[in-house]
């Protein structure tokens, strides 16, 4: 006999999943894809995986990110402002390969309860 929860729960994973595929087609438009560094930004992850496959990434002014956010086990000390809200950064999230591209990008997407979590950070260029 099947758990009837169970079945209801694998139901929304494969919603999940499809929704998630079919938001990160819509995403690539290929408006860069002759862009030289178009590429590198598709290899790009942190500690939470790869950064291109879940969410969009976005350049963000100097004045929308610094390094005065919460340092300990989980914050990096960075901390971005996304919607007039500052959001620390968590280490996993830091990007730590050269920045071949020198502006900042932060990669942003909303967790099960709609919060803006951050998926991916690279400093730019001089950070």
Same mark, same amino acid.
């Given at each position: 006999?099947?758990?009837?929860?169970?079945?209801?729960?694998?139901?929304?994973?494969?919603? *999940?999943?499809?929704?998630?595929?079919?938001?990160?087609?819509?995403?690539?438009?290929?408006?860069?894809?002759?862009?030289?560094?178009?590429?590198? =930004?598709? @290899?790009?992850?942190? !500690?939470?995986?790869?950064?291109?496959? *879940?969410?969009? !990434?976005?350049?963000?002014?100097?004045?929308?990110?610094?390094?005065?956010?919460?340092?300990?086990?989980?914050?990096?000390?960075?901390?971005?402002?996304?919607? !007039?809200?500052?959001?620390?950064?968590?280490?996993?999230?830091?990007?730590?390969?050269?920045?071949?591209?020198?502006?900042? =990008?932060?990669?942003?997407? @909303?967790?099960?309860?709609?919060?803006?979590?951050?998926?991916? *950070?690279?400093? !730019?260029?001089?950070?």
């Amino acid at each position: 006999m099947i758990n009837r929860g169970l079945f209801i729960v694998a139901g929304w994973v494969a919603v *999940f999943c499809l929704i998630m595929c079919v938001k990160s087609h819509a995403h690539d438009d290929g408006t860069h894809a002759n862009d030289p560094l178009h590429a590198w =930004f598709d @290899q790009l992850a942190s !500690g939470r995986g790869l950064c291109c496959s *879940f969410a969009d !990434g976005v350049s963000i002014a100097e004045v929308d990110w610094d390094n005065l956010g919460t340092i300990d086990d989980v914050n990096s000390g960075y901390r971005v402002r996304l919607d !007039g809200q500052w959001i620390d950064v968590p280490k996993n999230a830091v990007i730590t390969e050269p920045n071949k591209d020198g502006r900042t =990008f932060v990669w942003p997407h @909303q967790d099960s309860e709609g919060k803006t979590q951050i998926r991916c *950070f690279m400093p !730019g260029a001089g950070a």
